[in-house]
Nanobody, 119 residues
Framework: QVQLVESGGGLVQAGGSLRLSCAAA????????MGWYRQTPGKQRELVGN???????HYTDSVKGRFTISRDNAKNTVYLQMDSLKPEDTAVYYC?????????????WGQGTQVTVSS
């Protein structure tokens, strides 16, 4: 099992910044990939960005150049730095970890944190 605890959401004006954190606990050595998704009411959860191992992070087009994912392996924590925020970034943001073993692979999710960007 992997437990993910998120923090850092809140209310910010358009153009502002927020940083989300996601701390992992449990079988952290089995984690291959960590990332962030977001969801608004009535829509499917969408990928914001992810980082596989030490590879360069991948981002969805709408956040490229504004959002940055980083990972502190010593703290088992992944961050999402969000700059130049827009009202359309308003959503519940979920941390995701993909962990695998010899015969299994599973997605783990954080509890979600609300990000609201006012115009």
């Amino acid at each position: 099992q992997v437990q993910l605890v998120e923090s850092g959401g809140g209310l910010v004006q358009a153009g502002g910044s927020l940083r989300l954190s996601c701390a992992a606990a449990g079988r952290v050595l089995d984690i291959d990939e960590m990332g962030w998704y977001r969801q608004t009411p009535g829509k499917q959860r969408e990928l914001v960005g992810n980082k596989i191992g030490d590879d360069t992070p991948h981002y969805t087009d709408s956040v490229k150049g504004r959002f940055t994912i980083s990972r502190d392996n010593a703290k088992n924590t992944v961050y999402l730095q969000m700059d130049s925020l827009k009202p359309e970034d308003t959503a519940v943001y979920y941390c995701n970890a993909v962990a695998s073993g010899r015969l299994w692979k599973y997605d783990f999710w954080g509890q979600g944190t609300q990000v609201t960007v006012s115009s």
